[in-house]
């Protein structure tokens, strides 16, 4: 009978072990969850910090190749996040165990676990068991595991941080885009795009079609046979190119979503192509009779250029007043720049002398330019890239995707360099604003080409 | 085992107190070697032998002498000779003539028959003498002419090995070599021993021992003790930690075990080692380890003493190949590699 009670008041000891046993395992595999939760919360908010982030800032390529980095990096960290939380997960073999480590209890709980489960009692069990409980307060859970949240949680919460971080950057770069995306074509800058430099590539899917080019026929000579390069290209097959253009347009269209459309660095803007040749001065364009009549030419051909009468509304989407904008044939080169530089109204209003009748508007206010100041990339700072009501000597006006941002895979060195900074002068008593020129008619070879252009 | 004997189940603080009090008598004597007596008397106590090696002088005879006096249990001396023959350590049948006249073959026992034998110089004898050791440290029991005589427990084997002097000498075969639990290195002492050594030798009295049991129940005591040590509880993990450490003594390339995927390998081993230790090391590991625990005050085995005994229960069981001896690697190193290698990480 004693035998027996003693017997019950033994197990009733090492039941109260037992429990503390199961009291550490809980603790422990509390720990174990929080890591798992916590540290794949970790890694996948910093990865979509990155790559929201990269998606700002990066080209479309290393965009490509940090995205596809950071995906493998944080499939393969949370896989393994996740495994060292399963590992540190605990049953009550292995909570004695390491309660035996922390506690340095030499094996005492881990012989009694394992005792207790096989249902061995050896002569020397109530023996271990009065000696276990003598040591019952070093093996309490709080002590062998003091922390009841995971270290993860603060880099959870760092992470958090970043990425909210991120995040408001990104909704108020979108933001911004969406309320500055009619001036986006407004953008100030220097409307001169060496077409020659454009690398031809299969269109991106998002990008507007039907976008029409006009140029000087040097100018539509290089795009065309750049087009019939890429089209070579294209038939006889350098995969690898493909395959980088392939994933040039999938990233660029993946970090178009992110951004909203279209990023910061790489807004589409309507530009204006002009002569390059014109460059040395629009005053001295008149020394240029053959460039002039080229211009006089082309302008003429409106009925030739396809897609005219569609381009002739577009601009008006672009002034919030709809004020009509007076009709000018296209400068080109410093004339352009000059006339930027005019906004004083000139005394002699030029317009009637090189525009057709039909072109001659004048807007409500009044002539927003004279000369050369008032055409397409005149003065007026709402039209400078050729926003005009009606195309000056038909389709001279044309807007064309340029990404503004460095390319990785640019063909050419010798980009055009920089244009002076620009000084609004008033013209000196000597001085003659600019005159507008007609263009030259486009020349019957070339309309194949800009009618292969404007498809594309 | 007699009732007052029943009546007296020693407990882990017995054991512990013995242990400590035997190993007291013995350094009355021994100058030093605490670890070596340490050892000595785990094995005695695990039910095991001993090898003990060690230079001339350095008291491995005395050690042995000294344990059957504190232990107050009879003790042999055999010393082995390249021409001692199995008969002369077993017995052998002699005719004897009887009170009738009558004369008839009768068994006279040799010197194993006895609680503590000391086989000096064991590796002087040939291996036939040496392999006759084999059935009494084994089974406690030799065969004569087709007759088992059962040997009276505890018995306790204690062969020593002269490292030097290798001449004419025959070393133990692996199999041997196996059945030794431990093997107990003495090592040469420093000054402050040696002078210890010459004071108490030299002087006009010989250091008493004392007795730690009277004659008819050390035998009993002794047995009792040897079965709580087999009481003392091991944990699966720590089966498991011995386990791969014996295995880990087996190099990765050996064709006489099967593949270690899951094991630990230990680059020493597979460089030195051409076969490591046997399944007995882990018995020896695991009954080390369980005295080490009641002389710890446990009633069960943990990680410490497992690595505590590791040295004495493993090198012996290390056969190195010739790269070691070249570049003169012995076991010991090899078996701190191990223990190492597969020492759970404290976390």
């Given at each position: 009978m004693e035998h027996e009670a003693a017997q019950a008041r033994g197990e009733d000891k090492a039941r109260l072990i037992l429990d503390q046993v199961d009291a550490i395992r809980s603790r422990l595999n509390a720990i174990a969850l929080q890591q798992g939760l916590f540290g794949g919360l970790t890694l996948i908010l910093g990865a979509v910090a990155l790559v929201v982030a990269s998606a700002f800032l990066l080209g479309p390529l290393a965009f490509l190749m940090l995205g596809l980095v950071v995906v493998l990096a944080t499939l393969a960290g949370v896989v393994r996040v996740v495994r060292g939380a399963w590992a540190t997960s605990a049953s009550n073999e292995r909570a004695a165990l390491i309660a035996d480590r922390r506690a340095a209890l030499k094996g005492r709980l881990s012989t009694m676990v394992d005792a207790a489960r096989a249902g061995e009692r050896s002569a020397l069990w109530s023996y271990l068991v009065e000696d276990t409980l003598a040591l019952r307060d070093e093996f309490v859970a709080a002590k062998i595991e003091p922390r009841r949240i995971s270290r993860w949680l603060w880099t959870a919460l760092a992470s958090c941080a970043i990425a909210a971080l991120v995040l408001r950057f990104a909704y108020r770069a979108r933001s911004a885009q969406h309320a500055g995306g009619g001036s986006v074509a407004a953008a100030p800058g220097e409307p001169s795009v060496d077409l020659g430099d454009l690398d031809i590539r299969p269109a991106d899917p998002s990008n507007e079609p039907g976008a029409q080019i006009d140029a000087d026929p040097a100018t539509l000579q290089k795009l065309a046979e750049k087009l019939r390069e890429a089209q070579r290209n294209g038939k006889t097959g350098n995969s690898s190119s493909r395959l980088m253009a392939d994933a040039r347009d999938i990233a660029s269209a993946l970090q178009n979503r992110l951004t909203g459309g279209r990023s910061a660095a790489q807004a589409w803007q309507r530009l204006k192509i002009t002569d390059r040749k014109g460059v040395s001065g629009g005053k001295h364009a008149a020394d240029e009779p053959k460039s002039a009549a080229n211009d006089r030419s082309a302008g003429g051909s409106q009925a030739d250029a396809p897609n005219a009468a569609d381009d002739q509304s577009e601009p008006n989407r672009s002034q919030p007043n709809g004020a009509a904008t007076p009709a000018m044939p296209d400068m080109s080169g410093q004339a352009a720049l000059n006339g930027l530089n005019s906004d004083a109204p000139a005394p002699g209003n030029s317009l009637g002398q090189n525009t057709p009748l039909d072109a001659r508007r004048v807007p409500p206010g009044g002539p927003l330019g004279t000369g050369g100041s008032a055409h397409g990339s005149g003065s007026d700072p709402q039209h400078l890239y050729g926003d005009s009501e009606t195309p000056p000597l038909g389709s001279d006006t044309f807007k064309i995707p340029v990404e503004a941002a460095p390319s990785d895979?640019?063909?050419?060195?010798?980009?055009?360099?920089p244009p002076p900074t620009r000084a609004r002068t008033a013209l000196n008593a000597e001085q003659a604003p600019d005159e507008p020129f007609e263009r030259a008619s486009i020349p019957a070879s070339d309309r194949v080409t800009i009618q292969r252009v404007f498809e594309r | 085992m007699n009732a007052a004997a029943r009546s007296e189940v020693p407990t882990v603080a017995d054991f512990a107190r013995t242990f400590r009090h035997v190993q007291a008598e013995i350094h009355k004597v021994i100058v030093g070697h605490q670890q070596a007596v340490e050892e000595l008397l785990c094995a005695l106590f695990a039910g095991g032998h001993v090898l003990i090696e060690g230079v001339p002088g350095t008291g491995k005879t005395t050690l042995v002498k000294t344990l059957g006096l504190a232990l107050n249990l009879s003790f042999n001396r055999i010393q082995f000779?390249?021409?001692?023959?199995?008969a002369d350590i077993t017995g052998t049948r002699v005719i004897l003539s009887g009170e009738d006249g009558r004369r008839e073959f009768s068994f006279q026992p040799g010197?194993?028959?006895?609680?503590i034998l000391l086989g000096d110089e064991i590796n002087r004898a040939t291996p036939k003498t040496q392999s006759a050791l084999l059935e009494c440290m084994a089974e406690l029991q030799v065969t004569v002419s087709g007759i088992t005589h059962p040997l009276k427990p505890p018995y306790f084997v204690m062969a020593t090995l002269n490292p030097i002097e290798m001449e004419g000498t025959y070393p133990l075969p692996e199999a041997q070599l196996d059945r030794f639990l431990f093997k107990v290195r003495l090592e040469y002492p420093d000054e402050a021993q040696m002078v210890r050594i010459v004071t108490s030798t030299t002087g006009p009295e010989d250091a008493g021992v004392e007795p730690v049991f009277s004659v008819a129940e050390a035998a009993e005591r002794i047995e009792a003790l040897k079965h709580l040590v087999r009481e003392v509880m091991v944990a699966q993990p720590i089966e498991h930690y011995a386990a791969r450490m014996v295995r880990a003594t087996q190099p990765s390339t050996s064709r006489y075990i099967g593949p270690q995927s899951s094991g630990t390998r230990v680059e020493a081993v597979d460089r030195y080692v051409s076969f490591g230790a046997s399944p007995r090391g882990a018995q020896a590991l695991i009954m080390g380890a369980k005295v080490r625990a009641l002389l710890d005050g446990r009633a069960n085995v943990a990680y410490e003493d497992i690595e505590q005994v590791a040295p004495a229960a493993l090198q012996h069981r290390v056969m190195l190949n010739y790269a070691a001896h070249s570049d003169g690697i012995d076991a010991a190193h090899i078996v701190e590699r191990v223990v190492q290698a597969v020492r759970p990480s404290r976390g």
């Open positions: 895979d640019g063909t050419s060195n010798n980009a055009p360099a | 000779t390249v021409d001692l023959m199995p010197p194993v028959f006895c609680h």
